[in-house]
């Protein structure tokens, strides 16, 4: 209680007197605040924050943020340890320079300084069966486990969008094929008009005689 510097009662519950009593003996205290309407307070309150939180909402800045009280590390690796190549495994295998997976790394998702309610990103890019695990940092060096999150059938994932891909780069081939076809038909076809009509009614006859021929 000794590090409480101010105390501000709200809730129409307060205005009892007995309350009032009971709370300054808890606290030892009786310098209890009523600066705010203890019935609206709470509301307003909230309401100002979520309005904060949103960018569908102008209004006044409330400036109010919670941390959080440890730092969040991200700890990502295979699920099977063979499945881990390095880089100079990936290269012999043909990769490219840009094509390299980090398949095992750890980094820190979140610090004390970010804000309650901030939100990240994490752009995944495997082949394997993946783990992650979240932890807090408990101490110097030391970490303590809060989630595991198992990512399977990746490998059966990757392959299928592989034969998706190739399905819809077929389809958009063959369609480009039968467009151009068409197109082929058409031409031949408006090149074919245009040249009947040009014709006199006796290159047209023996072009007729041509054709029975």
Request: proline share 1%; net charge negative; charged share 45%.
């Amino acid at each position: 209680m000794d590090d409480i510097d101010q105390v501000e009662i709200l809730g129409g519950g307060v205005r009892t007197p007995k309350t009032l009593e009971n709370m300054e003996i808890a606290l030892g205290r009786k310098d209890l605040s009523t600066h705010l309407n203890g019935d609206e307070a709470m509301c307003f309150g909230s309401a100002f924050i979520a309005s904060n939180s949103s960018s569908a909402y102008k209004v006044k800045h409330v400036f109010l943020t919670q941390n959080p009280t440890y730092d969040v590390h991200v700890k990502i690796s295979t699920l099977k340890e063979e499945d881990a190549l390095t880089e100079e495994e990936q290269k012999a295998l043909g990769a490219e320079e840009d094509e390299i997976i980090k398949y095992n790394q750890e980094f820190r998702l979140f610090n004390t300084t970010d804000y309650i309610g901030k939100s990240k990103g994490l752009s995944l890019n495997y082949d394997k069966d993946m783990k992650i695990e979240l932890f807090k940092q408990v101490g110097e060096g030391e970490k303590e486990l809060i989630d595991t999150f198992i990512l399977d059938d990746i490998a059966k994932q990757y392959e299928a969008e592989i034969e998706y891909l190739k399905r819809e780069n077929k389809r958009e081939i063959d369609e480009k094929k039968k467009r151009d076809e068409k197109e082929k038909k058409d031409k031949k076809k408006k090149e074919k008009k245009k040249k009947e009509e040009d014709m006199t009614e006796e290159e047209k006859k023996a072009a007729e005689e041509e054709e029975k021929k």
